[in-house]
């Protein structure tokens, strides 16, 4: 992006500002934020215009300068709703859903809208799906702090020994890092293969021996054991968050057990590589960089189509997986226009061939985009289509759920209590006492918003939202 100071202006603040939205809404969201760059050097600090390049540098990833901007919009008038919003947007894209939700709150209490309560619904339901409850989010084991920089991890060694080593000499503490997992049957699924390497690690920092050696820059082994553990955990957070377990399982599934036939008659250099890249795009994705992410998909995609039907079997499947990892990355880059387009994709493709897990997939994502940009209605149809391809308990709790979710959001309550006892129905088969939970919550928020009406009395027509610009 050129450096508006270093080139002359040659309209005005109002042009530039009508040129950068008229850009954004053609998706040019990079000459967008350079007409708005343009717009600040004439007139700086306006809130307005630096909320607007903030969304453009959130549409590109860049989420650190989106963050600077939309405090900047802050600075002068802490009240600024649009600022609040899109501050908010911004750290729940950034995955701090704890401060996210302060400041959905926070613009709530100033301008009840729709936005922002959504905003506190989703940022209120991330939490609990990747901690758990608020009193498990607060962070002891102090090994977190070695993702920093290697700075930060010397000075950890250095400074903050004892403060780790409690963790093996405090059998409460440990528990309670475990707890905030809540189930090792879930956590074993969300891991999947990984979950021998956790059990491995745990067991480890019962030798204490070992734990006490160092291995360079002060860094002891139990630093080490305790920073892999940790990084698990975050993974398994973040699947929790992400989609439902049985999604996960299944999308790996149908690629290894494609590809694990194949090398079984000829272990070729290309099925090696095809099963190593879609483990990279995984891991780049629950290790939060989904730009990374998407790249990496992109450049394998565009690789597999090149190559014919000898070389890669499955092609369809393995096409129709690729452009699913692409609509994941693109979700969590807020790219949402871009993201209904790879997953209606990969549905595309389940369509034609005939592939029944990859059409649940596939209606599993497009209706997860419907759901965050506010289009209830549309998430509601692609999920119910989903129904019939729902082959396990756990499955049909998670669908029922989020349906009923949505049906509350359209305020047409007897529809999401009936979703919501199904739901409940489901999770007391499958024992889950979590969704159980969950369920029940659904119900009570059903019931709470008013008399419902019989199936008989249908209500009058609901008004669904339009499509909200994804901040």
């Known amino acids: 992006m050129a ?93 701090d859903f704890e401060f ?48 920093l920089s290697k700075q930060a991890e010397s000075k950890r060694a250095q400074q903050k020994p004892h403060l780790v080593r409690q963790l093996v000499h405090h059998p409460k503490r440990e528990s309670k890092r475990k707890g905030s997992l809540k189930s090792e049957k879930i956590v074993r699924q969300l891991l999947g293969e990984l979950y021998v390497d956790k059990e491995y690690l745990e067991k480890l920092l019962l030798d204490e021996d070992l734990i006490k050696g160092t291995i360079k820059r002060g860094l002891t082994v139990e630093d080490l054991i305790m920073t892999g553990i940790n990084y698990l955990d975050t993974r398994s957070d973040f699947w929790r968050q992400q989609k439902p377990i049985y999604a996960r399982e299944r999308d790996r599934k149908l690629m290894q057990e494609k590809w694990l036939r194949d090398r079984k008659r000829r272990p070729s250099q290309t099925a090696r590589y095809i099963l190593k890249s879609l483990e990279d795009i995984d891991m780049l994705l629950t290790s939060g960089s989904a730009e990374g992410s998407l790249q ?35 979700i969590e880059l807020g790219q949402m226009v871009a993201a209904l387009q790879s997953h209606r994709k990969d549905l595309e493709i389940a369509k034609e061939y005939d592939l029944p897990d990859a059409k649940s997939r596939a209606l599993d994502n497009i209706g997860r985009v419907f759901a965050r940009v506010g289009k209830f209605q549309q998430a509601i149809d692609t999920w119910e289509e989903k129904i019939p391809l729902a082959k396990t308990t756990l499955e049909k709790t998670w669908l029922f759920h989020e349906i009923g979710r949505c049906y509350l959001e359209l305020d047409q309550a007897w529809e999401a209590q009936s979703y919501g006892e199904k739901s409940q129905q489901c999770a007391e088969e499958e024992g889950d006492m979590e969704w159980q939970l969950n369920a029940s919550v659904l119900v009570a928020q059903a019931q709470g918003t008013g008399a419902l009406p019989s199936p008989s009395q249908p209500s009058g027509p609901a008004v669904t939202p339009g499509l909200t610009s994804p901040s």
């Not at 100033?110 to 991330?126: H, M, N, S, T």
């Not at 394998?300 to 070389?311: A, D, G, I, S």
Request: aromatic letters at 8%.
């Open 296 to 330: 990496k998909a992109e450049k394998v995609l565009k690789k597999v189509l090149e190559w014919n039907k000898e070389e890669v079997p499955n092609k369809d499947e393995l096409v129709g997986n690729l452009y699913s990892c692409i609509g994941n990355a693109q």
């Open 100 to 147: 996210a939700l302060v400041f959905y709150h926070r613009g709530y209490k100033l301008r009840p809208d729709r936005e922002f309560k959504v905003g506190i619904q989703k940022a209120q339901e991330a939490i609990n799906n990747s901690v758990g409850s608020p009193s498990s989010i607060k962070l002891e084991n102090k090994g977190d702090l070695s993702f």
């Open 3 to 95: 450096d508006p100071e270093n080139e002359v202006l040659r309209s005005t603040f109002p042009s530039y500002m009508a040129e950068g939205e008229r850009l954004y809404l053609c998706g040019e969201f990079a000459k967008a934020a350079h007409s708005f760059s343009n717009a600040l050097h004439l007139q700086s600090g306006d809130k307005n215009c630096l909320v607007a390049r903030s969304k453009c540098f959130l549409k590109m990833g860049e989420l650190e300068k989106s963050l600077e901007d939309a405090e900047a919009s802050l600075q002068g008038d802490p009240t600024f709703c649009k600022g609040i919003l899109q501050k908010a947007e911004t750290l729940y894209t950034m995955g």
